[in-house]
Nanobody, 115 residues
């Protein structure tokens, strides 16, 4: 079982920045594929960014150049740096881990971008 706890969400003005953190339990964090998803009201959950155990990253097109995913295996933590935030980025952001053939989700953290 892997537990994920997100933090760092909040209210920010358009053009501002936030950094989300996701702390994971377990002794094999370095082997987990980690990702951030988001879900806006009335919309489907969508992939924001992902990072492999080796550190390779991929991003949704609308986040490229604005968002940065990173991981610190020593701290069992994955981060999402978000710059140039837009009102359309308003959503609940979820941390996801793929570990031992299963997917795990955090409880989500709200990000609200005001215009």
């Amino acid at each position: 079982q892997v537990q994920l706890v997100e933090s760092g969400g909040g209210l920010v003005q358009a053009g501002g920045s936030l950094r989300l953190s996701c702390a994971a339990s377990g002794s094999f964090f370095s082997t987990y594929r980690m990702a951030w998803y988001r879900q806006a009201p009335g919309k489907q959950r969508e992939l924001v960014a992902a990072i492999t155990p080796g550190g390779s990253t991929n991003y949704a097109d609308s986040m490229k150049g604005r968002f940065t995913i990173s991981r610190d295996d020593a701290k069992n933590t994955v981060y999402l740096g978000m710059n140039s935030l837009k009102p359309d980025d308003t959503a609940v952001y979820y941390c996801n881990a793929e570990a031992m053939g299963r997917a795990y989700w955090g409880q989500g953290t709200q990000v609200t971008v005001s215009s």
